[in-house]
Nanobody, 120 residues
Framework: QLQLVESGGGLVQAGGSLRLSCAASGRTFSSYAMGWFRQAPGKEREFVARISWSGTTTAYAESVKGRFTISRDNAKNMVYLQMNSLKPEDTAVYYC?????????????WGQGTQVTVSS
């Protein structure tokens, strides 16, 4: 069992930065690859980033590569998403998820989501 709680969303101007946090509870956290997904209004939920259980391997959607950085702290049961150079098209509800498969398929555990709004 894994419970996930996101925080850190908000309203930011284009070009700005935000850092999302995901607090996890559950003994299996450190053995799971974790990730972030997002869902914009009227669109399907999409993959954003994935990090391996050890934190040594990361993967990103093309749309965020070079701007977003995923990281984790297994000692604190936390996953982070640093978002820089934000664009209006990054506006979405962002969800923490695990365990994320190698093919970026989402796992069974989702947080409640945190809203990110980027104004132009």
């Amino acid at each position: 069992q894994l419970q996930l709680v996101e925080s850190g969303g908000g309203l930011v101007q284009a070009g700005g930065s935000l850092r999302l946090s995901c607090a996890a509870s559950g003994r299996t956290f450190s053995s799971y690859a974790m990730g972030w997904f997002r869902q914009a209004p009227g669109k399907e939920r999409e993959f954003v980033a994935r990090i391996s259980w050890s934190g040594t391997t990361t993967a990103y959607a093309e749309s965020v590569k070079g701007r977003f950085t995923i990281s984790r702290d297994n000692a604190k049961n936390m996953v982070y998403l640093q978002m820089n150079s934000l664009k209006p098209e990054d506006t979405a509800v962002y969800y923490c998820n695990g365990p994320v498969g190698m093919g970026w398929t989402p796992g069974n555990y989702w947080g409640q989501g945190t809203q990110v709004t980027v104004s132009s």
